[in-house]
């Protein structure tokens, strides 16, 4: 009796554990729309924006991302960070940015860094950052770069990672002036932060929805106040500004899902002016 009991409870791991893979398999693309009002067509812009690949646990290939991407309009690419976290594995980055720059986003593709890249030694990380910029991704550690895209001044602003105490927002911020700001940044609980400073749209990830989000992500509570607020995906806001907390494409520890789905988001926004509420579809 007690074998039939510890077989059917292998049995049981054994099939939540296969669902729990395959769900890494399933690919979500949400786009989420901003803007006002008075919509002003020629100043929309569609963000295509990826965060935590853990490209030793990802799902999909390169030719699956570019394949799932090929037919949508794409102006920038923003990736917020945890792309890998052993050195071995920087060389599988490379297909993946050949899949990006195949989609020809018109303004370039952007990049911050996570707390998995930073495990990397110094001159491991250094061979991360520049694969990454050798492949037209522009990296930005508390950086910032301007963009004019159709007469509007567009700011990417690239806050470091903020769990592992890397951020500067004095930096960050040091050169912008006037324009439409886009925040990338990894952690999102640095928005805690941020009452003095100045963004219309922050992307970001870490949380990874949960990952597994059964029966309640408890595991996050350690991430930040955030995740205690129940603020652990999709569309937020904090102090009336508008955040998003991506799923993540990858998977860190084992490469399962309970709850939740990997994600690849489009963002339309409005640039040429102030942003009065939001909508996800």
Known sequence: MLRMIWLFIIMIVVIIGYKAYENTKQVVINKVEL???EWTPNSSVTVLHLSDMHLENISITSEQLYEKLKQEPIDIIAITGDFLDRK?????LVPYLDALNK???CYGMYAVFGNHDYVLKD??????KNMLEQHGCKTLQNEQCL???EGYPVNIIGIDDYSTNRSDLESSYQYV???YNLVLTHDPNVVLDMNHCSFDYLLSGHFHGGQ???????????MGKLARMKMIKGLHRYNDKPFYISEG?????????IGSRPEITLHTLSVGKEMANAKIS
């Open 35 to 37: 803007n006002q009002d």
């Open 88 to 92: 071995r594995t920087i060389p599988k």
């Open 103 to 105: 989609l020809k986003p």
């Open 123 to 128: 001159n491991d990380f250094a061979s991360l």
């Open 147 to 149: 963009l004019n895209i």
């Open 177 to 179: 002036k006037t324009g």
């Open 212 to 222: 597994f989000l059964y029966p309640k992500p408890y595991h996050l509570v350690k």
């Open 249 to 257: 494409l990858g998977q860190t520890g084992l490469n399962a899902r």
